[in-house]
């Protein structure tokens, strides 16, 4: 087996990872897993919702789309000084990454002033930084990589065939776009998607097909699973097979290697034994908190707990930003 980076993935070799026999899928994973990082290392995420509802997007799972009715009370851009003290709290519980996030369509200048002030804040309490604020011009991912933000989200979410039937109102495209604007500034990217949107297995094979073939492996993969509000269109869908999930998971981290796999919502409704097959199968990222914008995630001593069942620590805080690859295997043999 091979574990360098490629960028030449076919749909149908991805594909074919998806159909190993599971065993064979999960030792893949863990192998690739292995030769890039310490497996007993977990990167620690919080989110916060720096600006909250009121979105004129349509996509079919978010409560934040003002066409919904999910009961979700809308807010506006927060203070500064009240991210702040998110931040610090988020640091005091063991964060290494804080990343804001406003349900924007596309940010207006004097928004993209004020969030560069939160980062540029952020920053300065000595954690890492990100943020997912929608569609970017270029002088805007200019302004907040100046601003000293490290990683800037924005998701495909799915199959470029299947986008379609969960969004409207934005364009494929318009996706990739963004995700250029921020390469070319020299931003890193964190770029995943969202399953259980009632998509197929090769959907989601087109998902990280897409990811994998991108100019640069996004830094940061975050894999979803759908999180069913009320009044969305996407409530009712059949949830997906957990051990579709982990498959995902695994796949993932074959076919970008070198990337933090993050898993992101939907952690609430997963069983401690799911979220441990999960790291088994190459996740080591998560978001640490009680809320993922406006949904929930499991509190931070539930977390705490499981680490120490798996024997899970937290990763040490990047310098500058950047991590560490461990080739565990040359650690091994130098033993």
């Known amino acids: 087996m091979s574990f360098d980076l490629r960028h030449d993935w076919t749909r149908e070799q991805v594909l074919a990872l998806f159909n190993l026999p599971f065993n064979e899928l999960l030792y893949q994973a863990a192998s690739a897993h292995r030769r890039h990082f310490n497996p007993n290392e977990v990167q620690i995420s919080t989110l916060l919702s720096v600006k909250t509802g009121g979105c004129p997007e349509d996509c079919s799972y978010c409560p934040q789309a003002a066409r919904y009715a999910t009961g979700l009370n809308a807010h506006k851009l927060m203070d500064l000084d009240a991210v702040l003290e998110k931040a610090k709290a988020a640091k005091a519980a063991g964060a290494t990454r804080f990343c804001m996030g406003a349900a924007w369509r596309a940010p207006k200048d004097r928004d993209v002033e004020k969030v560069a002030a939160m980062i540029e804040g952020v920053n300065a309490l000595g954690l890492e930084t990100?943020?997912?604020l929608g569609m970017l011009t270029p002088d805007q991912a200019q302004r907040l990589k100046n601003s000293g933000l490290a990683y800037y989200n924005h998701n495909l979410d799915t199959a470029p065939e299947f986008y379609d039937s969960v969004i409207s109102t934005r364009e494929y495209d318009d996706r990739l776009?963004?995700?250029e604007q921020v390469r070319r500034v020299g931003m890193k990217t964190c770029c995943g998607g969202i399953v259980g949107m009632g998509e197929t297995r090769e959907h989601r094979a087109g998902l990280l097909q897409t990811l994998a073939?991108?100019?640069?492996?996004?830094?940061?993969?975050?894999?979803?699973?759908l999180v069913q509000v009320p009044g969305t269109p996407l409530h009712g869908t059949e949830a997906i097979d957990p051990l579709e999930f982990v498959r995902t998971i695994a796949v993932a981290r074959i076919v970008m290697p070198a990337s933090m796999v993050r898993l992101s919502a939907g952690r609430e409704e997963m069983s401690d034994e799911l979220q441990a097959l999960c790291?088994?199968?190459g996740a080591?990222?998560?978001f640490y908190g009680e809320k993922l914008l406006t949904t929930g995630n499991p509190d931070t001593a539930k977390d705490q707990?499981?680490?120490?069942?798996?024997?899970l620590v937290p990763m040490p805080a990047p310098e500058r930003g950047e991590h560490v690859h461990l080739d565990l295997n040359a650690v091994e043999s130098a033993a």
């Open 130 to 132: 990100c943020a997912t």
């Open 177 to 179: 776009n963004t995700l």
């Open 213 to 225: 073939t991108l100019p640069t492996h996004p830094e940061s993969v975050p894999i979803n699973r």
């Open 279 to 281: 790291f088994q199968a």
């Open 284 to 286: 080591n990222s998560i």
């Open 305 to 311: 707990a499981l680490f120490a069942r798996l024997g």
